[in-house]
């Protein structure tokens, strides 16, 4: 990945959590229990979940894909090749990952690992 590009990913995934640092960790648990529960999940299961913890709409619309991001970066959450259609109305149908903790790897079918995640 370019390095000056990934220094701005990085900056701006920073910058969006640093403004509510509560709600960041509530998330990250929050996915984390997901990821054990659900063994696949989208981030639609995610925010679902959020909904019925009480866990409230970040302040950024960016902040659910910080959070995923550096759950991905450390290695607690990988992203799979499978994709499916959102059926969040704003989110227009799009493909959005499939991902799965880290500890369910070898209990899933090895072509829906992202084999460039692994390279990464």
Known sequence: MNGQGELFKQ??????LKNDPLWE???TD????VAKTYVSFTIEDVRREARDQNIPEPHHHNAWGAVMSRLAKSGTIVRTDRMVASTRPQAHARRIPVWIHKD???HCDPHWIDEKQERD
């Open 11 to 16: 900056q701006g995934i920073s910058k969006v």
């Open 25 to 27: 960790s509530r998330a």
């Open 30 to 33: 929050l996915v984390i229990w």
């Open 104 to 106: 369910y790897i070898q």
